[in-house]
């Protein structure tokens, strides 16, 4: 069974692009969260959707935006970057079925580095 | 809000030798989960072992067990027979049963190292 997947791995941008993210979760799990993760704040929660709704949102500004098609399949998108972004986002999944299990699975990573 | 705290940002073992790795978390809920994660070097984020807080055994898998003190709101993890292959970043987390979301919130982490 395929893992989570998280593309692109990498990716280089300058101040005031836009990135988007993309993460296929697990075959059969509904729910995917977004997390950032850098050296000074660890890692913080953006975002999580189950079944293309947004269900929780963490504390980032309106620039972090996220949404979730009906394969599952969930895609981030940061508006105007600032340096400040350069983070590596992680993506989980969850089966999320009956109501939250507490066991997720991360992918990999996108490592975002803003010049 | 729940926070979790790690008071031990860098940790080293020896191979074979035991070490335990503390967390405590603050929290006015009466029913959630505490996780340790592990994420080695420029690898994923792997699940070490789930307490639920309503059990009041500890949860162990294999070589890892946790000590949970609810009243203390404590979670140590403790590695026993440590493998090189432990050495990673180790991250305890709380999540609230109630609500349906499945939000994580992490500590700052303990980077442990184990040495030949």
């Known amino acids: 069974k395929a893992g989570v997947t998280q593309t692109p791995r990498y990716l280089i941008k300058t101040r005031g692009q836009q990135v988007t993210l993309s993460c296929s979760p697990i075959?059969?799990?509904?729910?995917v969260s977004w997390y950032q993760q850098t050296p000074g704040q660890g890692l913080q929660f953006l975002f999580e959707y189950f079944s293309e709704t947004q269900r929780n949102k963490g504390n980032f500004p309106g620039r972090f935006s996220g949404r979730q098609f009906s394969n599952s399949r969930s895609e981030m998108n940061v508006s105007t970057l600032e340096l400040g972004d350069s983070a590596l986002y992680l993506c989980?999944?969850?089966?999320?079925?009956?109501?939250?299990?507490?066991?997720?699975?991360f992918g990999e990573g996108s490592r975002l580095t803003v010049l | 809000a729940q926070t979790v705290t790690q008071s031990q940002p860098e940790m080293s073992v020896q191979e074979a030798e035991t070490v335990t790795l503390s967390c405590t978390y603050d929290t006015s809920e009466s029913n959630y989960y505490l996780f340790w994660y592990k994420q080695p070097p420029s690898r994923q984020m792997i699940l070490v072992i789930r307490q639920e807080a309503y059990k009041q055994q500890n949860a162990t898998e294999n070589r890892f067990s946790v000590n949970f003190q609810k009243a203390a709101k404590s979670f140590s993890l403790k590695i026993s027979d440590s493998q090189l292959g432990d050495t990673a970043m180790y991250f305890c987390a709380f999540m609230n049963v109630q609500g349906g979301s499945e939000k994580l919130v992490f500590g700052k982490g303990t980077k442990l190292t184990v040495n030949p």
């Open positions: 989980a999944s969850s089966l999320m079925a009956g109501g939250n299990t507490g066991e997720l699975f």
């Open positions: 075959s059969g799990h509904r729910s």
